[in-house]
């Protein structure tokens, strides 16, 4: 079982930036590929980004490649997502995922955190 406590959003300008950061808990974490998906009001949840369990690879949504970056801390059980660049069509409910590797994240997390709001103004 995996727990997962995602925060960082707010409001930000376009052009700004932010820090998502999720905090995983449960006994194998380190094990699970991690992974930020979000959520616009009226679509359908989508992937953004995913990590690997030792964090050697990343994967990107097209939308946000060259203005966002995964990263992990295995020590500090903590995933982050750095978003710079933005733009008001990154306005979204982010959430934190896992599952056992980057291509199960994509096609569907078996964790999910609680979300936090992003909102980009222009």
């Known amino acids: 079982q995996v727990q997962l406590v995602d925060t960082g959003g707010g409001m930000v300008q376009a052009g700004g930036s932010l820090r998502l950061s999720c905090a995983a808990s449960?006994?194998?974490?380190?094990?699970?590929?991690m992974g930020w998906f979000r959520q616009a009001p009226g679509k359908e949840r989508e992937f953004v980004a995913a990590?690997?369990?030792?964090?050697?690879?990343?994967r990107y949504a097209d939308s946000v490649k060259g203005r966002f970056i995964i990263s992990r801390d295995n020590a500090k059980n903590m995933v982050y997502l750095q978003m710079n660049s933005l733009k008001p069509e990154d306005t979204a409910v982010y959430y934190c995922?896992?599952?056992?590797?980057?291509?199960?994240?994509?096609?569907?997390?078996?964790?999910w955190g609680q979300g936090t709001q992003v909102t980009v103004s222009s």
């Open positions: 995922a896992a599952a056992p590797t980057t291509t199960h994240i994509m096609g569907g997390p078996d964790y």
């Open positions: 449960g006994p194998t974490v380190s094990t699970y590929a």
């Open positions: 990590i690997s369990s030792k964090g050697g690879t990343t």
